[in-house]
């Protein structure tokens, strides 16, 4: 089938959340015409300024370059309609029952269909479950234009490298017909070096909820294999390195806490496609409830090793610090809280990017190193981040009262801590001074 190339230079964007800010700012650069939409008045205030609300390395830089030049922000699509719509909406989970919520994909799904035309290209970049392309959003285009072009094109990048992998990483595009298919390779070919067709919406749906829980699994065996060595007084990261060193089956990952805003709730996405269909993935769920337990699990060996002190240091309130981010979706922090809280500890808190109200607002009171080191009987590093790599812990610990250092990822110099007469532990692993 021969189908015609439209332009496809207007692009509408639905959602200006870090899926949706990063394509933006992707396609922009390549010339597209870039129109965001966002119904948070605080995003749209300080997009239309060209300042980003989410850190992204090179957003920032795009935004102020471009703003009202090929990248426009309103709450609406812009009269006319686009050549082709991105829904890039949220699609959370409840917290209670881990069902996902698609409220936000149908209003997308409904603006589209009022601003465009079924000429329009509408493609769904939100991770949504197995069917729900077809079913949330299809519909309402249907009722409004009669028939639909529809692609589903799922977004796989990592933060702190989305830029460049929105340009490096295949895009997988999955066609309603051949039609649609054909005009979504179309566009992302544009962007992307290299594009995967594949024969339907649902199987591109399937491909995001694939790669992400599979990442889930792998990192849940590190956290598996630390949990042993704590009990067997075993060191896991020399477990992991003699077990991985030149031996040709996949690479063990080292324990870790699994957070962000997918893979925090792309498995329950992934179990919901599965539950509707007749079948419970099994160890997807368990991958999930074993990464979801590391942060309590250490919440309450920190409390354990404190001994009855009540001052504890948390470096890194992000979910991750390498590639540095100031995303809280999935945080560490949020479930160790609670443990921390009914142990009477009070938390001060550091993070290289992480605004002082955001840590407030969950419930730690910001400090500098200085500040925390001099007044904390405890410091727990939750985070890589760059910064904390190269910490003078040694001048750090000379002058103030710490006892005990969790060092989560093993960044820090375990003798120089031990050598000052400091506790030392780590993911399965521990030191006495």
């Known amino acids: 089938m021969t ?7 207007r692009i509408g964007i639905v959602g200006m959340g870090y899926v949706g800010l990063t394509l933006a700012a992707a396609m922009a650069r390549k010339g597209f015409e870039v129109h965001g939409v966002d119904t948070d008045p605080v995003v749209l205030e300080s997009l239309s300024r060209g300042k980003p609300h989410i850190f992204e390395p090179g957003v920032t830089e795009t935004f102020t370059e471009l703003i009202n030049k090929n990248i426009f922000i309103s709450r609406e699509l812009p009269e006319g309609g686009v050549d082709a719509a991105i829904i890039c909406v949220s699609t959370p989970v409840d917290e209670r029952t881990h069902e996902p919520r698609l409220k936000n994909l149908a209003a997308a799904a409904e603006h589209v269909a009022d601003r465009c035309a079924p000429t329009t290209l509408v493609v769904v970049r939100s991770t949504v479950p197995v069917g729900a392309s077809r079913e949330v959003v299809l519909p309402p285009l249907l009722e409004k234009w009669g028939s639909a072009r529809l692609v589903m094109a799922p977004e796989r990048t990592i933060q702190g490298q989305a830029l460049r992998e929105l340009v490096e990483l295949p895009q997988v595009v999955g066609g309603l017909d051949e039609e649609s298919r054909e005009l979504g390779i179309h566009l992302f070919a544009r962007l992307a070096a290299q594009v995967v067709p594949v024969s339907t919406v649902e199987t591109a749906e399937l491909v995001k909820l694939t790669n992400n829980c599979h990442t889930d699994v792998i990192y849940s065996f590190g956290n598996e294999v ?3 060595t704590e009990r067997l007084g075993l060191d896991p990261l020399e477990v992991i390195r003699a077990t991985n060193l030149d031996y040709p089956r996949p690479d063990i990952a080292k324990p870790g806490y699994v957070g962000g805003g997918c893979l925090s709730k792309d498995p329950y996405i992934m179990v919901t496609s599965g539950e509707r269909n007749g079948y419970v993935p099994k160890l997807i769920a368990a991958a999930r409830s074993l990464n979801e337990e590391t942060p309590v699990h250490v919440a309450h060996k920190i409390v354990e090793l404190m001994n009855g002190t009540k001052t504890l ?27 921390f809280t009914e142990a009477g500890i009070r ?7 992480v605004l002082p109200r955001v840590i407030r607002e969950y419930g730690g009171e910001p400090v500098t190193l200085a500040e925390g080191f001099q007044s904390a009987e405890a410091v727990l590093v939750i985070t890589d981040h760059p910064d904390y790599k190269v910490l003078d812990i040694d001048g750090l610990l000379r002058s103030g009262t710490v006892r005990v250092v969790y060092d989560s990822w093993r960044i820090l110099d375990a003798d120089k801590i031990t050598g000052r007469g400091v506790h030392y532990a780590a993911l399965g692993y521990e030191v006495s001074a």
């Not at 189908?3 to 230079?9: A, F, G, K, S, T």
């Open 226 to 228: 630390a949990m042993l």
């Open 347 to 353: 938390v001060l808190g550091h993070d290289p990017l």
């Open 313 to 339: 240091l948390v470096l890194g309130w992000a979910y991750k610090g390498h590639p540095p981010t100031d995303d809280m979706r999935g945080t560490p922090i949020a479930s160790m809280m609670p443990v």
């Open 3 to 9: 189908v015609h190339m439209p332009d496809l230079r």
